[in-house]
């Protein structure tokens, strides 16, 4: 049985149909020769791999018009044949046998089909971005997770005083989790915390920074797409938040970063238009283009924001990947306040969407300006 994601298990031969089908509309008939048996005379040399000497009988060209040379398919796919030096003729089928069937194993899985089945349950750790109530007793999660990206599940029956998962499945709550696979959504079965960064809790601005730093994940990513870096850049910049860390410096450090591991990172060195090398001088940050503009092309597109020469040489000792090192950094309020509008304008740009709980820190951080010493909830 093979099953594609997604998708009820299917006959194999049902599901390689399909699968022709789709791929190779314009595929010709398969050839009438019977499968394991040694070209014929005469026959097109692009059925025999040119660097491992396979040779693909008709059943297992799939369908594949002629035009489709086999050496190049062969190599695409990067399998080592365990016969490499196998002859098209003069071996028996069992001789072929394996190398035939990792050609096939490969083939399948790239083009999405799983022919293994995955287990009904799995083990993950996450962080818990978002919630919602569900029903009347339930919740839908939003996980982040290391090794299978952001997913949601459904946590039955935990709104009840009587649950024990409750406690596991708050915000910003980093926990090991037993999920069963589901149809549309997973079904979480158990959790334990790993850490519910309780300091973090206490004091509602860093709270704030918390669901701001959670916002963007949930925003920048797509479900089911693992990326283990940006997930251990969550976690380590709650840590850093929850054991009293500057939440400025964290915030700017998370969201650049964030931006290099989505793929958007924004270009600190050279003038975006013209390519030419940024000189100390009066610069300008495009978020449209995606990094800084040198003073002769900044005049060429609308929307620029004016940016500092400190504030260049910020973000460039923001971009490096030692925080340690990036801690040293001492901004002023004016500088961290030109940081902060042109990584904000640079996400809007990349998210199509407004932050909504980037409002949010900035009320907070006026009511703690107001009141150094306020903590908790603001009453």
Known sequence: ?????????????????????????????????DAGTSPRPGESPSETCA????YMTSSERMGMPHSLDVSALCCRVNVHWESASLEAEGNSTANRRTPR?????????????????????????????????????????????????KLR???????????????????????KLLLARGRELDVLTQAETIDAYISLRDDLYLTACGYFIAELVDRSVADRIENPPLYQL?????????????????????????????GYAPELR???????????DAH????????????GCAHRLPGVLALSLNGLKALRWLSQDDYDAVSRLRLTQDLSDELERILHAQLRYVLET?????SFVNLVRGLKTINPDARGVLA
């Open 234 to 262: 969550l976690v380590s910049s709650l840590e850093r938040l929850a054991s009293g860390g500057r939440a400025d410096l964290t915030l700017r450090f998370f969201e650049l970063h964030l931006l290099s591991f989505i």
């Open 270 to 280: 050279r003038c975006v238009i013209c390519s030419n090398e940024i000189r100390p």
């Open 354 to 358: 407004e932050i909504k709980s980037a």
């Open 101 to 149: 069937l990792l050609f096939i194993y490969s083939w399948l899985s790239i083009v999405g089909v799983s022919a293994v089945p995955q287990p009904r349950t799995y083990r993950t750790e996450a962080v818990i971005l978002r919630r919602h109530d569900y029903g009347e007793a339930d919740r839908i999660l939003t996980l982040y997770t290391p090794a299978f990206g």
């Open 1 to 33: 049985m093979l099953a594609v994601r997604g998708t009820k298990p299917l006959e194999s031969e049902q599901l390689l149909n399909d699968l022709y089908s789709l791929a190779w509309p314009q595929a010709t008939a398969p050839y009438s020769r």
């Open 284 to 295: 300008a940050f495009a978020p449209s283009q995606g990094g800084t503009m040198c003073t």
């Open 153 to 175: 599940a459904i946590a039955k029956g935990v709104r009840r005083i009587t649950s024990r998962k409750a406690g596991h499945v708050e915000l910003l709550v980093r926990a």
């Open 51 to 54: 660097t491992c000497h396979f």
